[in-house]
């Protein structure tokens, strides 16, 4: 018998039940594992409040990050064995497997054998946020030293990881937030220039932080009507991913804008990286190199236990929190 969190009608966390309930033996091409800590995602909400993209199969099982323990593992699986202590990558739909539990299977291809230099809190913090990023910023992307790359909501668990990247490839982020309040931990974080978009003119700003050359690549889950202020600082070829849309109005985008620069906008999601195989395996490799080497870190917000798991929805429902809300598991 495994706690899992369940629920059976979509609504607030207040839905959210913990149960006891059997867990099967992996089938083919799963592992089992014993779940130490939990990274929790904007997805999750969506899920349980009934605004995801597929519609939930009660009673549903939710949550794509994990990292413990292998406890068993199911026929025709190479490279992994009982004892290795490993994380799951968002690489599934939720109608198909729910990370939040004590003990449970999930598919090989979404697991990985984290750097040993990291807790199980930080492993479960650190593969959506790093392989989101990495696949707007590096695969298609393909930012190179030098260049300048705009971050939107800067201080969220991907900008955060963004910004990292960034450095690590040589380089610019400028973080954009909505004000000065976290000015001063957006530039601890690696940030080479920090505007708050409700308090400064953005396109002046933008400007003067690229010194007149542009921005090389934009990288927004946001969206709305300021898009038109980022393309206008955009560099020739530049390229814009949206991979979010925390602002639901349309974008207006000023046509010359794109014909006179040669801009790419394209939308981005992660399932673009996680459900191919090639692409996964370098994701992976990037990732855990830069864990290994802590030029890659990933930034912890809070910790709440399994039992109070509705309170850790409410908590990231503030759009508060700084990084990544994690879940331990006892």
């Not at 530039?187 to 090389?216: N, P, R």
């Given at each position: 018998?495994s706690?899992?969190?369940?629920?059976?009608?979509?609504?607030?966390?207040?839905?959210?039940?913990?149960?006891?309930?059997?867990?099967?033996?992996?089938?083919?091409?799963?592992?089992?594992?014993?779940?130490?800590?939990?990274?929790?995602?904007?997805a999750?909400?969506?899920?349980?409040s009934?605004?995801y993209?597929?519609?939930?199969?009660?009673?549903?099982?939710l949550?794509?990050?994990a990292?413990?323990?292998?406890a068993a593992?199911?026929?025709?699986?190479?490279?992994?064995s009982?004892?290795?202590?490993?994380?799951?990558?968002p690489?599934?739909?939720?109608?198909?497997?729910?990370?939040?539990?004590?003990?449970?299977?999930?598919?090989?291809?979404a697991?990985?054998?984290?750097?040993?230099?990291?807790s199980?809190?930080?492993?479960?913090a650190?593969?959506?946020?790093?392989?989101?990023?990495?696949?707007?910023?590096?695969e298609?992307?393909?930012?190179?030293?030098?260049?300048?790359v705009?971050?939107?909501?800067?201080?969220?668990?991907?900008?955060?990881?963004?910004?990292q990247?960034?450095?690590?490839?040589?380089?610019?982020?400028?973080?954009?937030?909505?004000?000065?309040d976290?000015?001063?931990?957006?530039?601890?974080?690696?940030?080479a220039a920090?505007?708050?978009?409700?308090?400064?003119?953005?396109?002046?700003?933008?400007?003067?932080?690229?010194?007149?050359e542009?921005?090389?690549?934009?990288?927004?889950?946001?969206?709305?009507?300021?898009?038109?202020k980022?393309?206008?600082?955009?560099a020739?070829?530049?390229?814009?991913f949206?991979?979010?849309?925390l602002?639901?109005?349309?974008?207006?985008?000023?046509?010359?804008d794109?014909l006179?620069?040669?801009?790419?906008?394209?939308?981005?999601?992660?399932f673009?990286?996680t459900?191919?195989?090639?692409?996964?395996?370098?994701?992976?490799?990037?990732?855990?190199?830069?864990?290994?080497?802590?030029?890659?870190?990933?930034?912890?917000?809070?910790?709440?236990?399994l039992?109070?798991?509705?309170?850790?929805?409410?908590?990231?429902e503030?759009?508060?929190?700084?990084g990544?809300i994690?879940?331990t598991?006892?």
């Amino acid at each position: 018998m495994s706690k899992v969190v369940t629920f059976n009608r979509t609504g607030g966390p207040e839905v959210l039940e913990i149960v006891d309930l059997p867990v099967a033996a992996p089938a083919a091409d799963e592992v089992q594992i014993r779940v130490h800590a939990l990274g929790l995602n904007r997805a999750e909400i969506m899920y349980r409040s009934g605004q995801y993209v597929i519609e939930p199969e009660f009673p549903a099982r939710l949550g794509y990050e994990a990292a413990g323990v292998i406890a068993a593992v199911g026929s025709n699986v190479d490279g992994f064995s009982e004892g290795d202590r490993v994380s799951v990558i968002p690489s599934f739909m939720f109608n198909q497997y729910g990370m939040y539990g004590e003990r449970v299977n999930a598919p090989v291809h979404a697991v990985v054998k984290h750097p040993k230099n990291l807790s199980f809190e930080q492993a479960a913090a650190s593969w959506m946020m790093f392989i989101t990023a990495y696949g707007a910023l590096v695969e298609y992307g393909n930012l190179q030293a030098g260049q300048n790359v705009v971050i939107r909501a800067a201080s969220s668990s991907v900008g955060l990881a963004a910004i990292q990247i960034a450095n690590m490839l040589g380089a610019r982020p400028i973080a954009l937030t909505r004000t000065h309040d976290k000015h001063a931990l957006l530039l601890k974080a690696g940030a080479a220039a920090v505007i708050a978009t409700s308090e400064q003119d953005m396109v002046a700003e933008i400007t003067q932080a690229t010194k007149g050359e542009g921005v090389h690549l934009v990288f927004d889950p946001v969206g709305g009507p300021d898009v038109a202020k980022l393309t206008q600082v955009m560099a020739p070829q530049g390229m814009y991913f949206q991979y979010g849309a925390l602002d639901s109005r349309d974008m207006q985008v000023p046509v010359f804008d794109i014909l006179g620069k040669h801009l790419t906008l394209r939308g981005y999601e992660l399932f673009e990286i996680t459900t191919d195989a090639e692409k996964m395996a370098r994701a992976k490799s990037f990732v855990a190199a830069g864990l290994r080497s802590g030029k890659l870190q990933p930034v912890i917000d809070k910790t709440f236990r399994l039992e109070d798991i509705a309170e850790a929805h409410r908590y990231m429902e503030a759009n508060g929190q700084v990084g990544k809300i994690v879940v331990t598991v006892a």
